[in-house]
């Protein structure tokens, strides 16, 4: 059969999801999996609450919280998950900034969770 033949696709697929062998594996692996999610909840809540005190000092509207929270989650990306730093996370975050300030936020206030939050500098100029 060719590669491209859709019953082949089909099989693959169907072998590959065996769940009993799947739920196996999760058993195995759960108790680290938990681990690690308990530790990531006390992190990422740990941050979520900063970045919550930074919109009240800056007069944030409580409306627009959750824009500012979804920005914070996704430096805590950056920070935490692909674990970036230096003037690579500077630079993401810099095109971040601009895909939060071109939804109507606030760029002081956006600049103030980088530095204040995360400890991200400013990308160095060209």
Request: charged share 20%; proline share 5%; glycine share 4%.
């Amino acid at each position: 059969m060719p590669h491209n033949d859709p019953t082949q696709r089909i099989y693959n697929w169907d072998i590959g999801f065996d769940t009993a062998r799947i739920k196996g594996v999760l058993d195995l692996k759960r108790p680290k999996m938990f681990e690690h999610v308990q530790a990531q909840m006390v992190s990422l809540s740990s941050m979520e609450i900063q970045v919550k005190q930074m919109c009240d000092l800056s007069g944030v509207s409580v409306i627009q919280y959750p824009f500012y929270l979804d920005f914070g989650r996704e430096l805590w990306h950056i920070t935490h998950e692909t674990e970036m730093s230096g003037e690579s996370a500077a630079k993401e975050v810099a095109v971040l900034i601009t895909k939060w300030t071109g939804r109507d936020l606030t760029q002081a206030v956006l600049q103030a969770i980088r530095t204040q939050v995360f400890n991200i500098a400013a990308p160095v100029a060209p």
